[in-house]
């Protein structure tokens, strides 16, 4: 679970281009949306394909993405639950 | 010197019709043209249903004397165009006459045939099929097809491109710098659009039900719709019959988020508010809006909240059109102005498929039937990614 | 005089045009096939995280119109209105080839959103929280003449208005491969500065220019827009009677006309015809090329345009522009532009120091 | 009878319908028309075959004809009329050389000047009428004034004409398309106007 | 309507003669001018054609516009045009191409125009125009020629059609495999090939019936010219594309098939092309219509065949005689055709000339006889 944070938390910077960050810069449960790390809904939708192309988990309904997508932490125990291997 | 600018001519293009006359005949029938992909291959064939023209290039281009390889956009445009060219009857040679089109894809039809030779070795790929790419071209060739020379331009400002091209031929008229303009939108469905609105998940995997509470996104359309406005001079001289006025229009900036619209829809308040404003009219005398409606969660809350807030408790009679056409991106204002004049014409307003519960968020009770009725002024909504928000009203 | 005057710039360009350095003082030389522009650290202006998800192009467009609003000294325009032929060809560019890729699955949805053309505009617009008129035109070599022309429009409609006004458009390394193969572009990589001494073709060049327009004159506005008119595949009569109308209704002549800068773009071709034309139109005029400098875009003549109002605000003629030196004050600039020998379109610039 | 499309060879550079098409000067001008013929990828690998005068008309036609459907007429509709200064000589000077040694048929069938309009006929399948004529220099008052008595022959839809010249490195081709009917930004067809397109 | 264009006057300089009347006698008389020809400028053994042994060239003119100069000069005899109202037309595939052999190679004449230019010039011709289109080039002059009168643009056409045998031609059809050994033989089961030949002819043409005279005259009428788009030296496989020129020239004469009573073929003799113009003259529907080819009489004089041949089928059609085809006896094309092999008389009223050529071209011309 550690290391799929610590994972996550370098694909995130690298997909959305957060550059000014660094990975020790993230809390796993800092929200990243709104105030957090201020991502908005396109960022949701980049952290849908990150998901599919890296852990093959699927998000159908874009509407699930911000109770997912609240927090490192919660990314982790979805990509968890769903995963099918 | 400013005077009323009319309407003198349309023509239209959709998946509901090739001519105007096909298009009214779809909507006395309440037949959509929304269905599955049939003229080009993607893996979305089957899954997700798109507002098509039924026509094929080949067919198009055969139809109307053009080469094969042109772009489906220039096709479509151009069909469109010189039904509205004919349907005016001016010999616009005779006149300082403009054309401004409207397109977001431009020849992307053809790139996409050329991209994956191209992509696999650098000198493969036919050149013919990306010589057109440019937004500018399809407009170009329509120029030369229209023996338009004395000004062109095109308008990208997403999915409320025509309604700004038709407001600059608005105004160019109004300064005296042209005395006819050929004014409208084109847009051919691509690969690349189907693909780009799949991954911004707001495409309906169903018919699309604007305003609908169970709506779920769009479905993407493709088609053309053309105007011919004159000078009161031009009318005047040459003993034309004005189709409508163009009484107003407004492009505003909604400054809120690159795709997604203000929740209070802030930015098509404010098109809507500065189109009445120019038309000099009171909130009532709308009789009809054609409303920009997608079908998205998220645009029929933001317009309908700015449609109620602006409208009051007196609402016109309005409806979206896209149930039947899809959304036809930089065509969808060129379309729904020849719509909105139709409405003019034929003192009609037209339904909005599918519709059957209210959104919960904002109670907006759409047209559902064709009707015949009173109808001397008519506001036509048009919304873009990026912010821009046009909006334009034509009177008798 | 037309009383549209121009209050504020911001150019992002193959040279070094922006900062404090008098007009072209230096010229940078490139020697490659295709000139790329100079650009600033975006930092200075913007914060890294309203950079992030930006491509090049928009950066070029959105640091250029902030340079431009801060010179005319206002926060916020009434309207802003950018011309580009190409629009986000980077963005494009990475939607489909990752389309073709993934075949149509898992596509990043954000190249999607900035590849439309109104991407520029629009995010100048975000940023801004400017609310105001907001339009794109991308009509290949008239894109920003057709700006200019919907700001002038504006500004006689409501003389108040401030309009900023761009041209924006960028080379990627798939535009350049693809343009190159239409063999319009040379092909060897040599010195821009030697652009016009060989007959290879044009040389691929890129650009972002905006400008503050408005009504009322401010600050450094020494300068006025008068018109601008576009010619689509004309010949050289309509030309001719196309400048002489748009000269006379400004209520000028040809011999009014001190500095021609003119479109040469290394095609030879249509360099020769367009030269013979301005040399027989304007014969005592002092005339000039840019090209070498920015190369050849659907929106050079914004980087032209910016070359007048500085020639006109500094009133000096930088010598590295010079084709003939008559010798003339600088009172009147024409940019006499064409892209390919199938759009032509004319400018002018004047200087309003005198008229107080 | 109006003029709806042309396309200029010349200087290495191709001109079509005013704008420049493809330019290449800083090679020989054999692989200027294979560059050009690269540019096009017509796929069609007899081009390799023609002589420099077919691979002008080739070439000058691929373009013209690029955004018209010539083949929405029938076959025996089109008609040809070119023209030029050195008829075939280009060739006949190469064949001359060749037949001091052992004459070469392939060179040979292409020393008359119509083998270009022949070349031309079969990539588009044009069966109408073909006439070459030789003047000294571009003759606009014949081109106007025979292309009209082929248009009002009643068979004649269209008619591919102009110039098309090359002698050794010189190349000259102008070749316009004229149609009974005018469509978009098309010209009347008179001696005057083809003077100043061939300008 | 448009203007009737008369054939006036005519002359043939060839190895039969030289006047018309001098040639016709002779084609009459079953003279051939084809014979074994050993010119070493030419070829470096001796070859079957028709050559014109008795025209050299002179200090201040070639041999080919020695010829041209004595066909132009018999035909205008008497006649004189009005210099601004006549249109000279030279048909000619090589012109002058003997020079490339001459110490003289850049010789200005050695362009086809500059020919055209220096005999109209020597005959006062203020406009004279050049058509090389291959073997039709003579068919097709008459048909441009008869276009310009009848739009009013001229009144009077000097049509002349020339060629010479030459080192260039003679091993260009060598090359091609082209020559027969022995005389040729159109249409006949064991043609083996085409003999070259040389001549030069000349037919004015007028629109004003006063310049007749009393004599009885033609007229030409309807044209039709063709191309075969199937390969640039090979005939068309299915001879559909002469057919279309020749029901174009009928359509345009407003006569049919059964309008035409005799036919003055092409027949160059070589496989191929007899073949073609057989099922040609099947697609038209005038199998049954007697017709010729006069190449056994001058062998193939490429720019000059059509106006020669022209010539002596118009007085054939004064005489209405048929002229036979030399060479001739076993009929060997795949298509039923009425090939004439015996001097015959026969009431004639109209008469149609085709040429096909290189390139793919093909070319009819409808002739009527008016007796005044």
């Known amino acids: 679970m550690e290391q799929l944070m610590a994972d996550l938390k370098k694909q995130i910077i690298e997909a959305l281009n957060l550059k000014h960050l660094k990975p020790e810069n993230i809390g796993d449960d800092q929200p990243l949306f709104g105030d957090g790390l201020g991502l908005d809904s396109i960022d949701a939708l980049e952290l849908i394909v990150l998901l599919q192309q890296s852990y093959k988990v699927k998000i159908d309904n874009p509407q699930d993405g911000p109770t997912i997508f609240r927090s490192v932490k919660s990314i982790a125990e979805y990509i968890r639950a769903n995963q099918t291997a | 010197m400013k005077g009323p600018v009319h309407v003198a001519g349309i023509g239209v293009i959709a998946a509901i019709g090739k001519t105007v006359e096909q298009c009214m005949h779809s909507f006395r029938q309440h037949t959509s043209g929304i269905g599955d992909i049939t003229l080009f291959d993607s893996v979305h064939r089957g899954v997700l249903p798109v507002g098509e023209v039924k026509v094929s290039n080949e067919e198009l281009a055969d139809m109307l004397w053009l080469p094969k390889h042109t772009s489906r956009t220039a096709l479509l445009a151009i069909q469109a165009a010189r039904e509205a060219v004919a349907h005016a009857g001016i010999d616009l040679k005779k006149w300082r006459t403009g054309l401004i089109s409207a397109t977001t894809v431009g020849g992307m039809d053809r790139t996409e045939v050329f991209f994956p030779d191209f992509s696999k070795d650098h000198s493969k790929g036919k050149l013919h099929d990306v010589v057109n790419h440019e937004c500018g071209r399809s407009t170009e060739l329509m120029a030369d097809d229209l023996g338009i020379r004395h000004f062109i331009s095109t308008i990208n400002t997403a999915c409320s491109s025509s309604v700004n091209a038709i407001a600059l031929g608005t105004r160019l008229i109004n300064h005296g710098m042209l005395d006819i303009v050929v004014a409208g939108g084109t847009d051919a469905l691509s690969k690349f659009t189907l693909n780009g609105f799949n991954s911004l998940m707001i495409l309906d995997k169903e018919p699309c039900r604007p305003f609908d509470a169970t709506r779920k996104g769009l479905n993407l359309g493709e088609g053309a719709g053309f105007v011919v406005i004159v000078s009161d001079r031009v009318l005047q001289q040459e003993k034309k019959k004005s189709l409508a006025v163009v009484a107003g229009y407004g492009n505003t900036n909604d400054a809120y988020h690159q795709t997604a619209s203000s929740p209070e829809g802030r930015g098509s308040y404010a098109a809507m508010q500065k189109a009445l404003e120019m038309s000099k009219l009171d909130v009532n005398a709308i009789d009809y809006i054609n409303l920009h409606g997608t079908g998205t969660l998220n645009n029929d809350v933001s317009e309908g909240t700015a449609v109620k807030r602006f409208f009051g408790e007196r609402l016109p009679k309005m409806s979206s059109t896209k149930a039947f056409t899809g959304h036809t991106l930089g065509a969808s204002g060129g379309i729904e102005a020849v719509f909105s004049v139709l409405a003019l014409t034929h003192q009609c307003v037209f339904p909005n498929l599918r519709f059957e519960t209210a959104m919960p968020e904002v109670d907006i009770v759409p047209q559902q039937k064709f009707e015949e009725t009173t109808v001397n002024h008519v506001m036509s909504n048009s919304f873009g990614f990026g912010g821009n928000c046009s909006s334009i009203i034509f009177s008798k | ?356 | 009878m109006f003029i709806s499309g042309t396309s200029i060879i010349r200087k290495q550079t191709v001109i079509h319908k005013g704008a420049l098409a493809f330019e290449n000067k800083s090679v020989s001008l054999d692989d200027f028309l294979t560059g050009a013929y690269n540019y096009l990828s017509p796929e069609y690998p007899k081009f390799y075959k023609m002589d420099r005068l077919a691979q002008l008309g080739f070439l000058a036609t691929e373009f013209l004809l690029s955004d018209f459907p010539i083949k929405q007429y029938s076959p025996e509709s089109v008609s040809l009329v070119l023209s030029n200064a050195h008829a075939s000589m280009d060739t006949d000077v190469r064949y001359h050389e060749s037949s001091k040694t052992s004459s070469s048929p392939a060179l040979f069938v292409y020393t008359l000047p119509n083998i270009v309009s022949g070349e031309i006929c079969i990539r588009h399948r044009i069966k109408g009428e073909n006439t070459f004529f030789i003047s000294p220099a571009f003759d606009a008052e014949l081109l106007a004034a025979y292309v009209d008595q082929v248009m009002v022959q009643p068979s004649v839809q269209a008619c591919i004409a102009g110039w098309i010249d090359v002698m050794d490195s010189h190349h000259d081709v102008f070749l316009y398309l004229v149609e009974k009917e005018q469509r978009g930004l098309a010209l009347p067809h008179t001696a005057e106007e083809l003077t100043k397109l061939y300008r | 309507m448009a203007r009737a264009v008369w054939s006036i006057a005519d002359s043939i300089i060839s190895p039969l003669g030289f006047t018309s009347e001098e040639n016709y006698s002779n084609i009459r008389k079953g003279l051939s001018g084809v014979k074994p020809t050993s010119n070493p400028q030419w070829n470096a053994n001796s070859f079957m054609a028709s050559a014109l042994e008795t025209v050299a060239s002179s200090d201040a003119s070639t041999r080919f516009e020695q010829m041209a100069i004595k066909a132009l000069e018999t035909a205008l005899g008497s006649h004189t045009l009005p210099s601004d109202k006549t249109i000279f037309i030279l048909s000619t595939t090589k012109g002058n191409i003997d020079l490339l052999d001459s110490e003289d190679a850049d010789h200005p004449r050695i362009h086809l125009h500059a020919v055209a230019a220096y005999l109209a010039d020597k005959f006062g011709f203020k406009r004279s125009i050049v058509v090389s289109n291959a073997c039709i080039s003579g068919v097709l002059a008459l048909i441009i020629a008869k276009r310009f009168l009848e739009s009013g643009a001229y009144d009077h056409a000097v049509v002349l059609g020339a060629d010479v045998l030459s080192q260039f031609v003679v091993s260009g059809f060598q090359s091609l495999q082209a020559i027969s050994a022995s005389p040729c033989k159109p249409f006949d089961a064991n043609r083996t090939g085409i003999n070259l030949g040389e001549a030069a002819g000349v037919m004015i043409l007028s629109t004003d019936p006063k310049m007749l005279g009393s004599k009885s005259s033609v007229r030409l009428l309807g044209s039709g010219v063709s191309n075969d788009a199937n390969h640039i030296s090979g005939p068309s496989r299915t001879g559909e594309e002469l057919a279309q020129a020749i029901a174009q020239a009928l359509k345009t004469s407003e006569l049919t098939p059964d309008d035409i009573d005799f036919i003055s073929a092409h027949g160059t003799a070589t496989v191929y092309n007899d073949e073609m113009e057989a099922k040609a003259f099947n697609y038209a529907g005038m199998s049954k219509i007697p017709l010729n080819s006069l190449k056994g009489y001058y062998g193939h004089t490429l720019g000059a065949a059509g106006v020669i041949e022209t010539i002596i089928t118009i007085h054939g059609l004064l005489q209405n005689e048929l002229i036979p085809t030399r060479g001739f006896d076993t009929f060997g094309v795949p298509k039923e055709i009425n090939v004439c092999s015996q001097l015959q008389s026969k009431p004639l009223k109209r008469i149609l000339k085709t040429a096909s050529g290189f390139g793919g071209c093909n070319a009819a011309l409808v002739v009527e006889k008016v007796n005044q």
């Open chain 3, 1 to 356: 005089m037309s009383n549209i005057f121009i209050t504020g710039m911001g150019n992002i360009s193959p040279q070094k045009t922006w900062g404090d350095a008098p007009l072209l003082s230096e010229v940078t030389e490139h020697i490659h096939e295709r000139l790329t522009c100079i650009e600033p650290d975006y930092t200075q202006w913007f914060d890294p995280r309203q950079l992030r998800r930006m491509s090049r192009v928009l950066k070029m467009g959105v640091a250029a119109g902030s340079i431009a609003l801060k010179e005319a000294n206002i926060a916020v325009p009434d309207a802003i209105i950018t011309g580009t032929g190409y629009g986000c060809l980077e963005d494009t560019g990475i939607f489909l080839s990752k389309m073709v890729e993934n075949k149509e699955e898992a596509l990043n949805p954000t190249p999607f959103i900035q590849s439309t053309h109104n991407t520029i505009g629009s995010l100048i617009a975000l940023m801004l929280q400017c609310q105001g008129y907001n339009q794109t035109y991308t009509q290949g070599a008239f894109s920003f003449e057709n700006s200019l022309l919907d700001a002038l429009l504006m500004i006689k409609e409501e003389p108040a208005l401030k309009v900023l006004v761009g041209g924006v458009d960028e080379i990627t390394d798939y535009s350049h491969t693809i343009q190159k193969r239409f063999g319009k572009f040379r092909e060897r990589s040599e010195s821009n500065l030697n652009l016009y001494k060989t007959e290879d073709g044009a040389l691929n060049g890129e650009g972002a220019a905006y400008f503050v327009l408005s009504g009322e004159k401010s600050g450094k506005s020494a300068v006025s827009m008068e018109f601008v008119g576009t010619f689509y595949k004309a010949d050289a009569e309509t030309l001719q009677s196309g400048i002489n109308d748009l000269l006379q209704q400004a209520g000028l002549t040809t011999k009014d006309i001190d500095f021609v800068l003119l479109g040469n773009s290394g095609d030879q071709h249509n360099d020769e015809a367009l030269q013979d034309h301005a040399f027989l139109l304007f014969p005592n005029s002092s005339t000039g090329a840019f090209k070498h400098l920015c190369g050849e875009y659907p929106v050079a003549s914004a980087f032209a345009f910016w070359l007048g109002v500085k020639m006109l605000q500094e009133q000096t003629i930088p010598w590295s522009i010079v084709l003939k030196n008559a010798n003339r004050s600088l009172n009147n600039v024409l940019i006499y532009n064409q892209y390919f020998g199938t759009h032509h379109s004319f400018i002018l610039l004047k200087s309003c120091r005198d008229s107080g």
